[in-house]
């Protein structure tokens, strides 16, 4: 596309909508022919459409969407079944088997491993800190 | 030999403000954040496709790298817009560009067609500056 074509972005505008209605809404039950008709396009060509902007059919997008918002409320603390639920699964059995598809490590395996890196970031966090940054900036002696 | 990149520093005036434009505006995840002190923290975050280079989001504070002189300069030219600080690079920069307008990201320049691609620029809450491209595609 070339900037003399670009007044015509009503097409970048109903894509971008759905993509921000899928990040908004992608705890509820999303139905993508919903979207694409809000879209004002055939599920076709908005499917289409989407995955040459994002490289994702809508529905790839959907669940890379839900699995980014369990690795954000995993690490918050929250339990693995209330982040199945809260982030639109159905079953922990399908949560279980793409999360630990996409992220290597099952939901409880996860949240684990973020609960120890969080003691250890609250209770020592020069460890986490570049040493050279603690001592310019003098926060070694806070 | 310098092999790669790990971390880069953008100063902040204000790190919630910060981690909100970052993380809920450009989408980045966060890396690191970890409490210095009472009012100040090690906060990191990446783009969401390159998590091993963390980008510090630090806060100008009088101490021992900046007198109170100097933090009241470095804020004046941080919210003048003086500094640039890297650029980033998009699948689709037309569709990133209605994205981030459409969540009140201030763009300094739409996008345009240079010989590389096509760039806009954009600025995050404070007032710094980063480049925004869609590389062209190699013939």
Not at chain 1, 76 to 83: R, S
Not at chain 1, 89 to 97: K, P, Y
Not at chain 2, 47 to 67: A, K
Request: include cysteine.
């Amino acid at each position: 596309m070339t900037s003399e074509q670009y007044p015509k972005n009503y097409l970048y505008k109903r894509i971008v909508q759905a993509k921000l209605f899928i990040d908004q809404n992608y705890a509820d039950k999303i139905d993508i022919d919903n979207i694409s008709d809000e879209a004002y396009f055939s599920k076709f060509h908005f499917i289409r459409l989407f995955k040459k902007i994002y490289g994702k059919t809508p529905h790839q997008y959907l669940s890379a969407v839900r699995i980014q918002n369990a690795i954000r409320l995993l690490q918050a603390n929250h339990p693995v079944t209330d982040v199945c639920y809260a982030v639109g699964f159905e079953s922990l059995s399908s949560f279980g088997s793409l999360f630990k598809r996409v992220v290597g490590s099952t939901p409880s395996g996860f949240l684990e491993a973020q609960q120890q890196r969080k003691m250890q970031v609250q209770n020592k966090p020069f460890r986490f800190i570049p040493g050279c940054f603690a001592h310019q900036f003098g926060w070694h002696k806070k | 030999m310098i092999n790669k990149l790990v971390f880069a520093t953008v100063y902040v005036l204000n790190q919630a403000s910060a981690y909100y434009f970052y993380v809920n505006k450009l989408g980045f995840k966060v890396h690191t954040n970890a409490p210095i002190g009472k009012d100040n923290r090690w906060l990191t975050v990446t783009p969401p496709d390159q998590p091993e280079i963390e980008i510090s989001l630090l806060l100008v504070t009088e101490g021992e790298m900046f007198t109170k002189e100097s933090v009241k300069a470095v804020t004046e030219l941080i919210r003048k817009g003086t500094f640039g600080h890297g650029g980033f690079e998009c699948n689709d920069i037309y569709a990133t560009y209605e994205e981030l307008k459409s969540k009140g990201v201030e763009f300094a320049q739409a996008p345009k067609e240079e010989f590389y691609g096509v760039a806009a620029v954009f600025k995050d809450d404070s007032g710094n500056w980063f480049s925004l491209t869609q590389k062209a595609k190699q013939s």
